[in-house]
Nanobody, 127 residues
Framework: QVQVVESGGGFVQPGGSLRLSCTTS????????MGWYRQAPGKQRELLAT???????KYGDSAKGRFTIHRANAGNTAALQMNNLKPEDTAIYYC??????????WGQGTQVTVSSWGQGTQVTVSS
């Protein structure tokens, strides 16, 4: 059973930064490509960045100049450093892993919210 787990999402104000991390575990063959994608409400999933086992990177237009992908931990971890975040970066961010025989795995996603508003606080009134 292969697991792909994302972490590091959260709430940030415009201009802020976040670092997402993707870790893999389980019976996975040698990893060839790790990548980050995102999907905003009502939009298609879009490519942000990929990195191969050899370190070759590729960036989508939305990520160029602001996001950087790194790979570590013998190639089983991929991080996405995101700087100068904008409200339009609000989305669920997914990690994608492709092994050397082209099996593909996705994580469950991590929410990133960029807003100048506060996070809000839940108030519950109950009898």
């Amino acid at each position: 059973q292969v697991q792909v787990v994302e972490s590091g999402g959260g709430f940030v104000q415009p201009g802020g930064s976040l670092r997402l991390s993707c870790t893999t575990s389980g019976s996975i063959l040698s990893i060839y490509i790790m990548g980050w994608y995102r999907q905003a409400p009502g939009k298609q999933r879009e490519l942000l960045a990929t990195i191969t086992s050899g370190g070759t990177t590729k960036y989508g237009d939305s990520a160029k100049g602001r996001f950087t992908i790194h790979r570590a931990n013998a190639g089983n971890t991929a991080a996405l450093q995101m700087n100068n975040l904008k409200p339009e970066d609000t989305a669920i961010y997914y990690c994608n892993v492709v092994d050397t025989v082209t099996n593909e795995y996705w994580g469950q996603g991590t929410q990133v919210t960029v807003s100048s508003w506060g996070q809000g606080t839940q108030v519950t009134v109950s009898s």
